[in-house]
């Protein structure tokens, strides 16, 4: 059987575990695009969100035969994306003080409407800690429960971080006087 973006989950998943090449590059086209912004996301670097990617899809084909389907294969590629994604920027030393003011931080032109650009600029000058709680929490849907698993931090912690960012996000935001 040709192994096309029409084909259902089990299908891929069925084709992938038997190493079938259009299976897994089936796959890979099916998630890559949402999977690279997730990765873009938390890392707020283009080049690290390809390299979160390609180890992330790594892992994925891997460990394909302990997907459980305890939730969609989608959820469960985000969550190895969003695992590389922390683990590629502890590695790379990326991680900033909560209190440390990112240098690239530049005030918004509001000249101009505020849009999902600004919006996202204004996310990505966010510190680490602050950006990747946000994005987990705001943008992905996770639980604070979740992110505090997934960080190896507590509940408050990620409560704290959510809740400064949100603060940095209406100074950053906030119209000028």
């Given amino acids: 059987m040709p192994y096309t973006i029409s084909m259902t989950e089990a299908d891929l998943i069925q084709g992938c575990l038997e190493q079938n090449r259009l299976a897994q590059k089936t796959l890979y086209e099916r998630y890559k695009n949402a999977m690279y912004t997730?990765?873009?996301?938390?890392t707020g670097d283009f080049e690290l969100a390809e390299d979160v990617l390609q180890d992330a899809f790594i892992k994925v084909f891997r460990h394909l035969s302990g997907f459980r389907q305890e939730s969609t294969l989608g959820a469960w590629i985000k969550t190895?994306?969003?695992?590389?994604?922390?683990?590629?920027?502890?590695?790379?030393h990326y991680t900033a003080s909560l209190d440390q003011v990112p240098p690239d931080i530049t005030s918004i032109n509001?000249?101009?409407?505020?849009?999902?650009?600004?919006?996202?600029?204004?996310?990505?000058g966010l510190p680490t800690g602050y950006r990747t709680v946000f994005i987990l929490i705001e943008v992905e849907g996770y639980s604070h429960q979740e992110v505090a698993d997934l960080l190896g931090i507590t509940v408050?912690?990620?409560k704290s971080q959510l809740f400064y960012a949100k603060k940095r996000l209406r100074e950053t935001l906030g119209k000028p006087e």
């Fill in 156 to 158: 408050g912690t990620s």
């Fill in 110 to 124: 509001w000249s101009h409407r505020l849009d999902a650009e600004y919006l996202e600029k204004a996310i990505m």
């Fill in 80 to 92: 190895i994306v969003v695992r590389t994604a922390l683990s590629k920027i502890k590695k790379e």
């Fill in 38 to 42: 997730v990765a873009y996301r938390v």
